[in-house]
């Protein structure tokens, strides 16, 4: 359960069809009481996984952020509910809201899987060396900036650009005589200063 977290869905997923199935037609307490014990299970689970001890296995910050923020919300909108229409919809809007808590703690708790410490304290995603993880994922990194990932290049090849871009021509002939790839617009050397003596062109 903690290497898979996503596993705690399909309680949620049954949980969500016991609900349906227990108040229509007819109301069937049991199948109610079982379709919510099972969405209020998997979210507890969810949030220890993603908040709860465990060794070696950091826990994303702001981690309490993300749930208390999402908690908030759905009371917010249970107590309005609760004054505008009555009790049994701000209940509805509570359960309701067992759904994106569950997603948000399970989200938390996979990237947690994928995230590992170094000895200055750092956080180091190790999903993107990891080819044989069965489940791919994304880690908390510290040392890249946010939207940054070593899995994109810098480099220009000529595919980078259509057939009739204007620089299509520039860049096919600077990666043929490059071997393949051009260092792109950043990173390319600035033009050589005229020397004394040269014409201008």
């Excluded at 919510?36 to 070696?56: D, H, K, M, N, R």
């Amino acid at each position: 359960m903690r290497r898979y977290p996503a596993m705690l869905w399909l309680l949620v997923f049954v949980g969500s069809l016991l609900i349906l199935n227990g108040s229509h037609p007819t109301w069937r307490p049991w199948e109610l009481v079982v379709g919510i014990a099972l969405p209020v299970i998997a979210c507890g689970l969810a949030i220890y996984l993603a908040t709860g001890p465990e060794a070696g296995k950091p826990r994303v910050r702001g981690s309490y952020w993300f749930l208390t923020g999402t908690f908030a919300f759905y009371a917010v909108a249970a107590l309005a509910a609760l004054f505008a229409l009555g009790i049994d919809e701000a209940i509805a809007v509570l359960l309701a809201g067992l759904i994106p808590m569950t997603a948000v703690a399970l989200w938390l708790a996979h990237v947690r899987q994928k995230t590992r410490t170094t000895p200055d304290g750092a956080l180091v995603d190790t999903a993107a060396d990891d080819h044989t993880d069965p489940v791919p994922g994304l880690g908390a990194d510290d040392q890249r900036p946010l939207g940054d990932t070593p899995d994109a290049h810098d480099e220009l090849i000529p595919q980078d650009l259509p057939k009739d871009h204007p620089g299509r021509q520039a860049v096919e002939e600077e990666a043929a005589a490059l071997g393949g790839a051009t260092p792109g617009p950043t990173r390319r050397r600035p033009p050589t200063p005229p020397r004394a003596g040269d014409r201008p062109r």
